[in-house]
């Protein structure tokens, strides 16, 4: 089954106590993506990834590190995390498609990981 | 960045009624894309449209662009209690990158 996988579902940590969140993906692609969604801000993009060992800043970066040595995994580092880090995040990825083949653009997502920061 | 946004309502439906909800983008697009997101859970694709479509349609799903307004718009006919989620959608721009509205919650009742 093609899946996004991120673990954990669900994590309550403390200021300053460095974590990381997997993410892993079985249908090949190219691009992986961590979003966070906050009420009322929807989702913001933290940071990407075209292919191996090429990640790039989305619009929210700061706090936050990646890396992509695996084709299939996109993990997200939280260095220090702080409480406005609080949020659900979200693992996506896809197909890097072009105006001619706009259906490898769609985005799949992972269940979610809840992180609560105190 | 560039956003899609929808209009900021929160839908409240009768089952069997339909549901529109809208959305506009400010700069061009390769295609626009609307998701759905139940309660907390991942976001789930259901359908594309390109920039040189004016409207698709997909099951009891149908979205128009107009892109002379920058502007779109999902409906979801003879709505269901499964239907109740919260709808995004998101404009392609860049390096593959999507750009996602802020949301409309819908609620349909049985």
């Known amino acids: 089954e093609a899946q996004v996988t991120q673990n954990p579902r669900y994590l309550i940590t403390v200021t300053g106590k460095k974590l990381t969140v997997t993410c892993s993906q079985n249908?090949?692609?190219?691009?992986m993506s961590w979003y966070r969604q906050d009420p009322g801000l929807g989702l913001r993009q933290i940071y990407y990834s075209m292919n191996v060992e090429v990640t790039d800043k989305g619009d929210v970066p700061e706090g936050y590190k990646v890396s992509r040595k695996e084709k299939r995994n996109f993990p997200l580092i939280l260095e220090s995390p702080s409480p406005n880090q609080t949020s659900l995040y979200f693992c996506a990825s896809s197909s890097v498609g072009d105006t001619t083949r706009p259906a490898k653009n769609i985005q799949y997502f992972g269940a979610g990981t809840r992180l609560s920061v105190l | 960045s560039q956003q899609g946004e929808e209009d900021p309502q929160a839908l409240s439906i009768q089952e069997g009624e339909n549901a529109t909800m809208n959305c506009s983008y400010k700069t061009s697009i390769n295609n626009l894309q609307w998701y759905r997101q139940n309660s907390g859970r991942g976001l789930v694709h259901l359908i594309l449209i390109r920039s040189n479509e004016r409207e698709k349609h997909s099951g009891r799903l149908r979205v128009t662009l107009d892109t002379s307004k920058k502007s779109s718009s999902l409906l979801i006919t003879a709505s269901r209690a499964a239907d109740t989620a919260s709808y995004f959608c998101?404009?392609?721009?860049?390096?593959?990158?999507?750009?996602f509205g802020k949301g409309n919650q819908v609620v349909v009742i049985p």
């Open positions: 998101a404009t392609l721009y860049g390096n593959n990158r999507l750009a």
């Open positions: 249908m090949n692609h190219e691009y």
